[in-house]
DNA sequence: CGATCAGTTGACAATACTCAAATACTGTGG
DNA sequence: CCACAGTATTTGAGTATTGTCAACTGATCG
């Protein structure tokens, strides 16, 4: 689903869950003021303090929403995938982007400007709720990652993280870790030797097994209370 | 202002950021939903999992927001001021509160029930774009949280809210911390032992004088630099 | 005035980062 | 399809920041 290809813009839209249960007629609105854009690999978007006109909406491709510190090194936010959006924040306060976004694969973006949007928002309070349900979802994920990050250490949010990529992926035991291990260290706010050297560890301890970007789990228990308390 | 005394609920709701610009007649039908309590210092208001009913203004006190560690470590994520909104997160999603909530001191609390205000919402979309700007908003403080965790040592962080409290209390170069050392600690990700030790350094070094709760800034140029590059 | 709690300081341990180097991949141009 | 360049990943050695545990001081409040 969301393939793009076999539906129209409008189609696409109504099928996003920022925009499920929006009547046709504003749908075609939506489809109306909305740009598409191509990007290749590795394209910044915007940049932290960028003026914010509008956000976005991924039809195709993945995109990662970073902060990075003055000596170049990132700390992944959000990963972006295809029916999610990004940007809002500068739509609805502040008016400038709190962070940088950059793809991470070749992608297609549906771009909204502000002015259009927020009309359309004032006429449809259908619109207004989702919003509001995917500001607060994010909420949510970002609650848990700053409790990950103070409270928790990398093994254990490593450990969080597979038992999540196990759930969303629903296959068994086994599972993709779906970025690059360098990427993956920045999404769990360290660094690639310290990720690697976890993931052998646990691998060593009988936790897991690994097969580059495969991961299989192997004691689903023993890396549920690492995800829990933490430690060792 | 938003003293109390000296004005009615329905005004009062109507001095609030998040209904500001709401005609009359709806501040009518919020207060209407209204109920007021008062709760002692140190008082749990929910914990992480309840099921959400509705969100919380301050009207007087402040209350902390926090996550809780299995071993008992807590990590505020905010503390809510009076005028300021907490725990509407459950009320647009999930349903249920994603963190918990306890009273720093004698507070005076309106807790709006989430049936009700979702029709109030409905009917009203100057009440959405407020609710949206203020969510965003708390994304947005969410983003430099989990920045300042990953990329910044604790001496950076900080220094980084030193400046912070020092601009919004607008006292030259005085400023209170506003919260008890330990709740300060928890606030920055951190220890008391830690932020003890880190505070003397400061002081030793001549960024600041410590008076207790107290702070001058003695070198903010210094100050600034720390906070920007997380580095002594 | 004693008890409790907040804050400070010291000694130590441990997690994670830095720097460096070796190895394995990936994609591209020829 | 291969060779090469540029990345990505892994591993090693050393360091540093921060957390843990413990003891002590000081303030606050019945």
Redesign the interface.
Known sequence: MLSDRDMSLEEWLGATSLFAGVEGMHLRDLSGIAMVASYKPRVNIFSSGDPGAGFYLVKEGRVKVF?L???G?E?I?HVVSPGESFG??A????QSF??HAATLENSRLVFLPRDDF?AL??AN?AL??N???A??????Q??????A????EVPGRLAAHLLHLSEKQAAGNRLSLELSKTQLASLL?TIPETLSRILSKLQRAGFIAIKGSDITIVDRQRLLELA???KF
């Not at 500001?135 to 949510?140: A, G, I, P």
């Not at 990050?149 to 928790?152: F, M, P």
């Open positions: 902060m510190s003055p000596e090194k700390q936010l809002e924040v739509v609805f306060a502040g709190p962070a927020v928002v004032s309070p207004a709720f919003l509001l349900a500001l607060s979802q994010r909420l949510r970002f609650a848990v990652m700053i409790d990050l103070s409270l928790k706010g829990e308390f933490g």
